[in-house]
């Protein structure tokens, strides 16, 4: 059966994967075998998170009465139900609804509604509290097909800790990356110096490693010096797969919704207030603004380094409209001059504009020339993929460490759509 629980937690405290943890060891206990545990995220860009929108499927074999019995006595004493903004979804069912929920609620926004439809459909066990909107992402979470996948160890504190600063050693998270990058990212920022897989919130996370495989998340963690954790779950995850993304066509995105795009540059790339940078990217006559935010650190700099004419594929959510950036990839570079009046022959003074159309002509002797200087700039950028750095990345968002999925390489070269997994 497929156990899938959503939105427990609030930003004072709580975190569905803990419950996921929690339930996992009961249900143990009670000798049901737990055969995957699963962190799903879903759609980034969905107003009701409070986080990362994540929620959890349990695939497990045992009597599903009892499971389900289990599950909502779980939720109920650890959700924080007292937040108005809390809303647990449970869901045991011993039917894998079809994908096409999961990748909506990836991909798209979903009703409680379209979910229960769902529910009934598989004959599940459901149970939604409150406004009932949980039942959308444990839905989501059963639905789940992962096609590409990693895994996430967490760990978590103990309770009598929770809310208190975290004592985890930094040297020893610097050193767990080293040991197991690329298999293992996401742990530190190394370009910027700063932990990533520590969190910040009053949640019961102690810290955690992502990466290809259990074995090497495993590994990267058998370094980690740390306070005693309560307990321990590796999740499978759709996290760094770029699931959330689909092939998009500039003029026809929709609020709400993660891209990939390809275009041409169509101005020279700004940077406003705040330090954020932002360049037109155009196609078929249609224009998109792309931004990359200040907190993308170093990442701004292949942006302000565009021209116009460079061809490139950008990823990112559509929000506002704009393509808030989450990865660039160059395909052309356009030749970038710098345009000039003249220097004049005669005294090597720079000439001045004569009036429009009419050239330029020295300020000193007179002289008179038509040709301005153009100089062609040497490019600091080539083609291939940027990415934002670690401390900036979504959690769907997948890092060039994995490589880059043909889909998206196809998309880059050649702008022609290609297939994924169904299309919303
Ligand atoms: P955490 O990551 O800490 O577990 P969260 O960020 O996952 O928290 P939730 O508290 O789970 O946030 O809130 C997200 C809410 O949005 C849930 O009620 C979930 O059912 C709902 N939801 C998720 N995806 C969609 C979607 N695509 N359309 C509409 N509602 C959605």
């Known amino acids: 059966m497929w156990i899938g629980i959503d939105d427990t937690d609030s930003p004072a405290g709580m975190c569905t994967t803990y419950i996921g943890a929690v339930l996992v060891r009961r249900l143990q206990r009670c000798g049901v075998r737990i055969v995957d545990a699963r962190l799903v995220r879903l759609n980034p860009n969905v107003i009701h998170k409070t986080r990362g929108n994540a929620a959890v499927c349990i695939e497990a074999e045992g009597d599903a009465e009892t499971v389900f019995a289990l599950t909502c006595a779980c939720v109920e004493a650890l959700a924080e139900c007292d937040d108005p903004r809390t809303n647990p979804g449970v869901v045991v069912s011993s039917v894998r609804p079809p994908p096409d929920f999961y990748y909506a609620a990836l991909r798209d926004f979903c ?64 050193r767990a990356e080293e040991m197991t990058y690329p298999h293992t990212w996401d742990t530190v920022d190394r370009e910027n110096g700063v932990v990533v897989g520590v969190p910040h919130t009053p949640d019961p996370v102690l810290f955690g490693i992502r990466g290809e495989s259990p074995a090497w998340v495993l590994k990267a963690r058998s370094s980690v010096r740390s306070e005693e954790p309560a307990c321990e779950q590796v999740y499978t995850t759709n996290q760094g797969t770029d699931a959330h993304l689909v092939p998009g066509t500039i003029g026809t995105l929709r609020e709400g919704r993660s891209y990939l795009v390809r275009g041409t540059v169509a101005g020279t790339p700004v940077t406003g207030p705040g330090g954020h940078v932002s360049f037109l990217l155009s196609d078929g006559g249609a224009e998109v603004r792309c931004m990359a935010y200040e907190p993308t650190k170093g990442f701004r700099d292949v942006a302000r380094r565009l021209v116009p004419d460079d061809v490139v594929a950008a990823a990112g959510s559509y929000k506002g409209g704009s393509l808030n950036l989450e990865k660039l990839g160059i395909s052309h570079l356009a030749d970038a001059v710098r345009i000039r009046p003249p220097v004049c022959l005669d005294c090597a003074k720079r000439m001045t504009s004569a009036g429009a159309g009419k050239g330029y002509k020295c300020r000193v002797c007179g002289e008179r020339s038509r040709e301005p200087e153009v100089e062609v700039l040497e490019r600091l950028l080539r083609p291939g993929w940027y990415e934002v750095p670690p401390t900036a990345r979504r959690h769907l968002a997948r890092p060039l460490a994995r490589g880059v999925s043909p889909w998206e390489q196809a998309v880059l070269q050649s702008g022609r759509e290609c297939d994924r997994e169904p299309r919303r």
């Open 111 to 174: 009703t409680v509604d379209e979910a229960i439809g769902v529910l009934e459909s598989a004959g599940a066990r459901y149970r939604g509290y409150k406004n009932r909107r949980g039942l959308i992402g444990a839905t989501a979470a059963v639905a789940s097909d992962f096609s590409d996948r990693t895994y996430e160890l967490l760990a978590y504190r103990k309770r009598s800790v929770w809310g208190t600063p975290r004592q985890v050693d930094v040297k020893s998270l610097f």
